[in-house]
């Protein structure tokens, strides 16, 4: 089976019904034990073994706390909300090199933790008629002040896929990628569409590709800043490709043979894959019957 994917498998039960009870909220708060995340804007601070580092509820730091969950023992742990003027870099790529110091379950944590932060640092204000916005449930949505409107933290849903064609599949780059380094194309799924439909469309557009048989492998929330990428594979018409320039810098179709070598590392390998943590890598060790 292909490597776990990165972001899932967090640790800590969600604890829905603490968001809605608020006295029990208020002890969760209160609880000695409770445990708050270190964060340095969104971006995690390392802990002394390498993993996420939690520290004591301070009573002096009156920001908002938001729920991540409890633990196996009953323990609370919160993040609270940004400071005020802290630099939230949503797609910053600082913390990309800290990513593998942490456990696949911190990991995961960590990336629900992040989308959450970075999304009340943009909602302060009520998008129905424009006036401040305060946190409730938990830390899971945010009350309007003025016309009472609910707002909750939502997802960008984004389908990322390999088209097949005569046992080979297109792999493409943008040239913001690291040089020699190709992946599944990928695109963001548009209101009044399928996933199926999304997946057509995109291939249509970035590659002028004819696709049918859609069919779904796997997804992975994308924490930069907040996106569901849905993993998929559809089969093409035909190999003639027809790119748009402006999203996709050059495109190849690759056999088996060639993805195996670009997973393995080879030296000769025609491209470069996409890091461990990425579906895109996933997808193309599901497709190859990879195991590392």
């Given at each position: ?18 968001r809605?009870?608020?006295?029990a ?50 323990i ?22 800290l ?29 129905v ?25 939502r997802v960008?849903p984004?389908?990322i ?46 590659a ?53 070598a ?18 895109a ?12």
């Open positions: 089976m292909p490597n776990p994917l990165g972001f899932v498998g967090a640790w800590l039960d969600r604890a829905d019904q603490l809605t009870d608020p006295d909220y208020a002890a969760a708060c209160a609880d000695p034990r409770a445990r708050c995340l270190a964060l340095d804007g969104i971006d995690f601070v390392p802990g002394d073994g390498g993993g996420l580092r939690w520290e004591a509820l301070d009573p002096a730091d009156d920001r908002a706390l938001m729920l991540l969950g409890r633990d196996e023992r009953g609370p742990h919160f993040v609270r909300v940004a400071p005020r003027g802290a630099r939230i870099d949503a797609r910053s790529r600082t913390v990309m090199r990513l593998p110091l942490l456990s696949r379950q911190d990991l995961a944590l960590y990336g629900g933790a992040r989308s959450l932060v970075d999304w009340h640092a943009r909602h302060g204000f009520c998008a008629c424009g006036a401040p916005t305060e946190i409730f449930r938990g830390g899971w949505g945010r009350r309007c002040g003025g016309c009472g409107a609910e707002h909750f933290p960008d984004v389908v896929m390999l088209a097949e064609h005569d046992g080979r599949v297109l792999v493409g780059r943008q040239r913001q990628f690291p040089p020699g380094m190709f992946s599944a194309l990928a695109g963001f799924v548009e209101p009044g569409e399928s996933l199926e439909e999304a997946v057509a469309r995109e291939l249509f557009e970035e002028g590709l004819h696709v049918s048989d859609v069919t779904y492998v796997a997804s992975q929330p994308w924490p930069f800043p907040s996106s569901l990428m849905v993993g998929c594979r559809a089969m093409a018409g035909d190999s003639a490709l027809t790119l748009d320039e402006t999203e996709i810098e050059a495109a190849m179709w690759v056999d088996r043979a060639e993805v195996r670009a997973l393995g590392g080879d030296s000769d390998a025609p491209f470069m894959v996409p890091p461990p943590l990425a579906i890598r996933y997808l193309l060790e599901d497709w190859a019957d990879w195991d590392a």
